[in-house]
């Protein structure tokens, strides 16, 4: 939100617990480009690491398992993060699925932290909206400034989604 006249900028972002289902439905479209990319910051809040950090529909999902590792799947692949990605320190993913190379990525921190070849053709994630945390199965975790962007990014795009550490509202 921008400011209003005679406002300073807000120096806070607001953040998001995964202790819910929040959804978005206004995502961009993709016009057959087929690729996409998802990225945020992350930090562990509590004690439960595994559940749904987001996912569209049974296309796609981001997921984090009891050790704070990340499992990226679309298009029929998968491919998980190693070495506890989520902490009480914030992280910076960016998940991509890129049908102009039939692969879909996870960035930690601006580097390649998993990857994994589709084998089958890309589909468009169009079956309903962005799903951020769940009801059922979430971790105690916390993520800010999430982007969704309707093209698949390039390794040394990833630190446009990352330049500025988040700064959570309490």
């Given at each position: 939100k921008e400011p209003e006249a005679g406002?300073?900028?807000s120096t806070t972002d607001t953040c998001v617990s995964l202790n819910g289902v929040k959804e978005?439905?206004?995502?961009?479209?993709?016009?057959?480009?087929?690729s996409y990319s998802f990225a945020t910051w992350i930090k562990r809040e509590g004690g439960k690491m595994k559940g749904i950090i987001a996912k569209r529909?049974?296309?796609?999902?981001?997921e984090s398992n009891s050790d704070g590792d990340i499992t990226f799947t679309s298009n029929g692949a998968s491919c998980t993060t190693k070495g506890k990605v989520i902490?009480?320190?914030?992280?910076?993913?960016?998940?991509?699925?890129?049908a102009t190379d039939s692969k879909?990525?996870?960035?930690?921190?601006?580097?390649?932290a998993c990857r994994a070849a589709v084998t089958k053709d890309f589909a468009e994630p169009s079956d309903g909206p962005l799903q951020i945390g769940s009801i059922n199965d979430q971790s105690d975790a916390k993520i800010g400034r999430a982007f969704y962007v309707a093209s698949?990014?390039?390794?040394?795009?990833?630190?446009?989604?990352?330049?500025?550490?988040?700064?959570c509202r309490s």
């Open positions: 406002q300073s900028p978005l439905s206004d995502l961009p479209q993709l016009d057959g480009s087929k529909g049974q296309q796609w999902s981001l902490s009480r320190n914030w992280a910076h993913i960016t998940a991509v699925a890129s879909i990525r996870i960035f930690v921190n601006g580097k390649q698949g990014v390039r390794a040394n795009e990833v630190s446009i989604f990352s330049s500025r550490t988040v700064n």
